[in-house]
């Protein structure tokens, strides 16, 4: 098993606030891993991506890309959907160049579609993409699909897994605070993990953060607000920690939190009162 740990994006006390100065800073701070976040649109070049890949290696850290956040694998509209494909796929070029072997995105939302229907449209869009990436020659890059935050949004966990069970070169993002705001302030790490079992996967990439939530209905479900810091433990951290070591299992932790690279420490902080060693 083997834990990694680190900021989406550059940290905050970065005083370089490249993705250089940022990777430099998250080895200074002993985190080992760190997402480099493309939030409105990939801003690198493949050169840039290869001298990123090159001083994570140096610095033992792993490494993975968020694509834009302007992706909706549902619309009905062929230009959205390219424009969306096109955010993600040249995510995963700079990923591939990198050395990162995820590629996370929010999938979309359902719209006017059924679950089924939405469900549909994703996997096409997934297949399609996977196809596309064959075809520019990258390897070794997995779409990471997210669990999403928001009724409204494609993305519960049981059609996340779905999808990966059935497209080879796809793979679940499990983001515990989006499992946790959909379930209206409810989550079973053990759970989640049993579900993603079936996958059979050599390395689980998740986020976390502490998170608002505002209910909806009374449906026991909910919507995702704005990030918190762990220290409001809506989830809880430590509860994780303990399913990860007791499952042995090989997983990165990408801290959303609003101080992300302090909270990074503290979920370090946290496996290694369990007896962990990074």
């Not at 939405?118 to 990471?144: P, T």
């Not at 990030?227 to 990165?252: D, G, I, Q, Y």
């Not at 939190?257 to 370090?268: C, N």
Request: proline share 4%.
């Amino acid at each position: 098993m083997k834990v990694w740990i680190g900021p989406a994006g550059v940290p905050i006390s970065s005083k370089d606030r490249s993705t250089l100065g940022g990777l430099k800073t998250v080895a200074e701070l002993g985190l080992n891993a760190m997402e480099v976040e493309f939030v409105r649109r990939v801003g690198m070049g493949n050169a840039m991506a290869k001298e990123v890949g090159e001083l994570a290696k140096e610095l033992g850290i792993r490494l993975s890309v968020h694509a834009p956040y302007f992706v909706n694998l549902c619309s009905m509209e062929k230009e959205k959907l390219e424009a969306s494909k096109q955010r993600i796929l040249d995510a995963a070029e700079r990923a591939y160049h990198m050395g990162a072997d995820i590629v996370v995105f929010h999938p979309g939302f359902y719209g006017k579609l059924s679950h089924e229907e939405a469900w549909n449209a994703v996997k096409e869009a997934s297949q399609d993409m996977l196809d596309r990436m064959r075809g520019m020659g990258i390897k070794g890059v997995r779409l990471g699909l997210e669990t999403t935050g928001k009724v409204s949004q494609f993305g519960e966990l049981d059609e996340v897994v779905r999808i990966c069970k059935e497209v080879e070169g796809c793979a679940p993002v499990i983001d515990f605070a989006h499992v946790y705001a959909r379930a209206a302030g409810k989550i079973d790490y053990g759970q989640i993990f049993e579900k993603v079992k079936v996958l059979k996967l050599g390395h689980l990439h998740t986020h976390f953060t502490g998170v608002e939530f505002s209910p909806v209905g009374i449906t026991g479900k909910g919507n995702e607000k704005h990030h918190l810091e762990l220290k409001s433990n809506k989830p809880p951290f430590e509860p994780l920690a303990k399913e990860v070591l007791k499952r042995k299992l090989e997983v990165t932790i990408i801290s959303e939190s609003p101080i992300l690279e302090q909270d990074s420490l503290i979920m370090r902080g946290i496996f290694e009162k369990q007896g962990y060693k990074f």
